[in-house]
């Protein structure tokens, strides 16, 4: 009886071991991966956005508040970042899938394609932004003609 549940927690011990090795293996490659990607600069250029947004709706708030918390929420970590999208990238795309994304943006266009990302991003968000207030608008509009 006893060797028997050696022998299983032998069993559990090692497959939790690899089990951690894997993602840790699969952490460093996806965190490689998002480095390499830009996404760093994306995110970043993604909270100024937003705190543009905000600046422009709340017009009473001095800017000294608005550069503390600008300075707080870019502090927030590539870490941090990679600990949250962990599961998701896990969910659909193996460490061979992330490599093979390294090996991409490890050329000539992918390089050019993460250093352009956060323009992209940017000025996308701004259009995106656009776009909601006009499909906005026209649902305002469909609203009336049907009397709400």
Request: glycine residues 6%.
């Amino acid at each position: 009886m006893k060797k028997t549940i050696f022998a299983i927690s032998i069993l559990v011990f090692s497959i939790t071991s690899a089990k951690g090795q894997t993602d840790n293996t699969y952490k460093t490659t996806l965190k490689k991966m998002l480095e390499v990607a830009g996404t760093e600069a994306t995110f970043k250029a993604g909270i100024n956005q937003m705190f543009n947004i905000f600046k422009q709706q709340q017009t009473n708030v001095p800017d000294s508040v608005w550069t503390e918390f600008e300075s707080e929420f870019l502090k927030t970590s590539l870490d941090e970042l990679v600990e949250m999208l962990l599961p998701v990238y896990q969910k659909h795309l193996t460490r061979s899938d992330l490599e093979k994304v390294i090996e991409f943006f490890e050329t000539p266009v992918g390089k050019k394609y993460a250093e352009k990302n956060p323009f992209i991003t940017q000025e996308s968000m701004q259009a995106g932004q656009q776009w909601g207030m006009k499909v906005g608008q026209r649902f305002q509009e469909k609203l009336r003609e049907k009397g709400y």
